[in-house]
DNA sequence: GCGCCCGCTGAAACCAATTTCAAAGGGATT
DNA sequence: AATCCCTTTGAAATTGGTTTCAGCGGGCGC
């Protein structure tokens, strides 16, 4: 062992090895204005020959602030429930990227128990300044519970009227519209929604849907599936329970995400519907298979980066005593073959 | 603001409100043997009534110990390359876990830069214990001067014989062969492998497979190409090159990983080529959309769950000062039709 | 009755930084 | 020459825990 592996070398010692004293070496690294440029200078070259770094811990404990932002993501959920849906990921990239320009450490949560008591603990014990959560769910009344305890969080989903933490998220009723305004180009008639309304951002989207197809110049009929499931096979049983059931075949399909859509594709087809042809099947969030897919599926992106630099902005704020608004992230509509 | 969001309770104010003093409350919360049974309980009741909760900070400050493992994803060069492979946020899932079951916090880091200083730098300001690398990459010389400096480290990938230090991985060699022997159980006589065997996992995964042909009752051909692009397009086209080129199409082909095997099938199928009738092509990680796909696609699985448990476990055991072996995991062929 | 040991408790030191506050030194002003 | 001020510095206090060490009181053995 070369060197040991605990860090031996502490503020004192450059102090020592310096000629100054603990506070000059502290001001020194710091940039402080209060300290001499040559002194400054010597202690910066001591310190870098030494292969010395601040020790966070100690520097968290002092300042108030420790410039870590929790980050909780379910993986627990996002197993159990098959959500095979890598855009959740894409948004963690995103965050981590953006935390990381602000300077701020990324603490990687994901809490045992979904109760406001379980995330102030997290926030208490790990000292983190706040709390990005990564999906809204149906916890919204648990992170009411946990803003009103004075914790700053900012969450990814769609915002309650009556919401008292800032929610970012993307524009699911302009998604909603985009894809309703796509089919009508197309001349579609009978349209079906997939997804579980329960969840805000869907409901959200199927009001975009329909808000768009409203301004039709020709008669036209709105139908939805309540799916509550979220694997791709719980999708595709339910298209094939649907196809079964229906008289009228709908002929442009919106399913709330691009695994349901690939799902419904899938069951179309081995159902000998032509896809786009007979139908059109459009996702959201555009995840990397979609593209790869055959037919590619339109759907609707979401900047994922700019969601991250939204998340980590309004959160630092927060933690700086503001009260920002919640934020829609910029929706587009990506046109492919289905 | 029903209560102060920054933390006012500490554990001096525990000691007063219990009549004892710090060191008790320290040593009541710790269930230390030298508190008093009715002692302990007192101070834990007013700790649960008061929502107290120990600065973490503090703790490790005073402990060398900081409970806190970082962990390196590369978003950035995941990102640049397209590599769309949501493999490797599955193995993150894992390795959260697997923390989360040690109670040790996990720090997410995208290091800005590739040198052994910068992650000897995130060690030591973050105070973190150790270091899950996920993905070796080509920074094997660069993880060996960082594991050189002492510094406790775990990498994902394939072990180097001369690596100083742990590396867990899945066993990419017995991946290639499990191919091999699938390919040969369908009579398939013309291998292709696809990947860039610069990295020691690709050249692995290649070796398998060759080995596992050799034990072929007839005649053989092995073919492959060097895909130093990891986008699907970047496959796409170099298939289509490839298919204009050769003179024998090869009936077996062995891609890197599904995103590659997904290009190759839509280029061979876009081509005119019946899969897997023609050529059966498998792939490696066995991310979601490999089942999705038309036709679904053969493919490798790797236990992520296992993956993170054991990449946690041996890097605590690195931490404690033992120097365990390097590792394999899991890996399992999933029969598809492709 | 004396000494010993054991169980339990608290005062003070410690971890590695930052901040407050007092003061030294030097230059400018009167 | 005395005063003032400004720049620069360091001693000591502070952050919230843990650990060391000394001590107190009671039970037990002799």
């Known amino acids: 062992m070369t060197e040991n592996l605990k860090r031996a070398v502490t503020m004192a010692d450059i102090a020592r090895l310096a000629n100054v004293s603990k506070p000059t070496v502290s001001r020194a690294l710091s940039n402080s204005p209060l300290v001499n440029e040559k002194t400054r200078n010597h202690v910066l070259s001591v310190a870098a020959e030494q292969g010395y770094a601040v020790n966070r811990n100690a520097q968290k404990l002092r300042h108030k602030r420790t410039n870590t932002i929790a980050v909780s993501m379910d993986f627990r959920s996002h197993h159990e429930n098959h959500i095979s849906d890598p855009f959740m990921f894409d948004l963690l990239a995103g965050v981590s990227e953006a935390l990381g320009d602000h300077n701020q450490d990324l603490l990687l949560c994901a809490p045992n128990h979904n109760d406001a008591a379980a995330f102030r603990q997290i926030l208490n014990e790990r000292g983190a300044d706040g709390f990005i959560i990564l999906g809204q769910g149906h916890r919204e009344s648990m992170l009411k519970d946990f803003a009103r305890t004075g914790a700053p969080i900012v969450v990814w989903g769609a915002a309650a009227e009556d919401?008292?933490?800032?929610?970012?998220?993307s524009d699911n009723f302009r998604g909603g519209q985009l894809v309703g305004e796509y089919f009508l180009e197309q001349g579609r008639r009978?349209?079906?929604?997939?997804?579980?309304?329960?969840?805000?951002?869907?409901?959200?989207?199927?009001?975009?849907?329909?808000?768009?197809?409203e301004a039709a110049p020709y008669d036209t009929l709105f139908d939805d599936i309540e799916l509550r499931e979220f694997s791709y096979n719980a999708a595709y049983d339910a298209a094939i329970r649907y196809l079964d059931v229906i008289e009228s075949r709908p002929d442009a399909i919106f399913a709330w995400n691009d695994t349901a859509a690939m799902a419904f594709i899938s069951a179309l087809r081995d159902a000998g519907v032509d896809v786009p042809g007979d139908v059109s099947v459009v996702g959201y969030n555009d995840i990397p298979a979609a593209q790869y897919f055959s037919p590619p599926i339109t759907t609707i992106r979401q900047d994922t980066?700019?969601?991250?630099?939204v998340l980590a902005a309004k959160l630092l704020r927060i933690v700086d005593g503001e009260t920002p608004k919640s934020a829609l992230i910029r929706t587009e509509l990506i046109r492919r073959d289905s």
């Open 163 to 169: 919401a008292n933490y800032c929610v970012v998220g």
């Open 190 to 213: 009978h349209f079906l929604f997939v997804g579980d309304t329960s969840f805000r951002e869907m409901h959200l989207r199927q009001e975009g849907l329909r808000s768009a197809i």
């Open 305 to 309: 980066h700019q969601a991250g630099r």
